[in-house]
């Protein structure tokens, strides 16, 4: 909580700024998809992957989020926060010239460097702020205020509890948790993966889900796991949640 006001105060945004585009600049910082993914993709990829039909191979299209995440013969090219399911990452890392992307035969290529950044933004829950709405990594505008917040954080737990294969029902008790939440407390957040990672999180111990562990699931948000409980155990105290808890579970 105390960290929490800290960054939420005004006088904090400068720092933040700094650090945010300092780490931006190191393997293992945050990946600014506008000005490292994107014109990578572009450059590579859209001329046989984008938005020219008549151009397009194995009807994939990798411009828009849609295709990212589509599955072809039960492949994805992109599986947010997972990059070795990802198809896109087992084809630019192929050894296999058949298999590589981008085809060897094209002229065109990866360095290594630009294949560890495709890697490193699957990692970090692959973020994509074209997407309508979806400024979950636009830290300052989160600090300074802005509205849509709850949004954020119910495209992102939406997003990232499809992608790993949650049902239709866990979801829907995902979205009415998230509603009775927000509905008893005032939330503000700088950091919408975090509720989300923390929402997703609550679910899966509500309906006792194998496999989902507190570190699996802030790994695929991006967030730190630390970060995650002290989220979790709010909306643990607010909501009194409890496993098989019939609010949440009764949609089965
Ligand atoms: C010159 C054309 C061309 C370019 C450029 C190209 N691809 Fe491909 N891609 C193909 C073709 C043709 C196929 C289908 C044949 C195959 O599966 O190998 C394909 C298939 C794929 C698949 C597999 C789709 C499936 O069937 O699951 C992925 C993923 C992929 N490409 C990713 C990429 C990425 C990422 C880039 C850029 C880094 C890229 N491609 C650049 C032509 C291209």
Redesign the pocket.
């Known amino acids: 909580m105390l960290s929490y006001l800290r960054h939420a105060s005004r006088g904090i945004a400068p720092t933040v700024l700094v650090l945010t585009s300092l780490a931006a600049q190191h393997d293992g910082g945050a990946v600014d998809f506008n000005r490292d993914v994107r014109p ?2 572009s450059d ?6 984008g938005f020219d039909e008549a151009a397009r ?4 299209r ?1 411009d828009v989020r849609e295709g990212q995440l589509a599955a ?2 039960g ?1 994805r ?1 992109v599986v947010p926060g997972d990059p070795d399911a990802s ?2 990452i ?3 890392e192929s050894p296999d010239p ?2 590589r ?3 060897p ?2 002229g ?1 290529s ?1 360095d290594p460097s630009e294949k560890a950044l ?1 890697r490193r933004w699957i990692e970090q829950g692959a973020p994509d702020p074209s997407e309508p709405r979806d400024r979950s990594r636009d830290h300052l505008t989160s600090i300074e205020g802005g509205h849509d917040r709850d949004d954020e954080v119910r495209l992102a737990f939406e997003r990232g509890m499809e992608s790993a294969g949650f049902s239709r029902a866990e979801l829907e008790a995902a979205r009415r948790m998230w509603r009775d939440f927000t509905a008893r407390r005032a939330v503000r957040t700088h950091k919408p993966a975090v509720l989300a990672a923390a929402v997703e999180y609550a679910v899966a111990l509500v309906h006792k889900r194998q496999g989902s562990t507190q570190a699996t699931i802030a790994r695929r948000y991006g967030v730190n796991p630390n970060s995650l409980s002290q989220r979790y155990s709010e909306l643990r105290e607010v909501l009194d949640l409890r496993p098989s808890d019939p609010r949440y579970c009764s949609a089965r």
């Open positions: 990578l993709l590579r990829c859209f001329k046989c992957h191979k194995a009807g994939l990798l072809i013969r492949r090219p198809e896109l087992a084809r630019i058949k298999r992307m981008p085809p035969s094209s065109l990866l495709l």
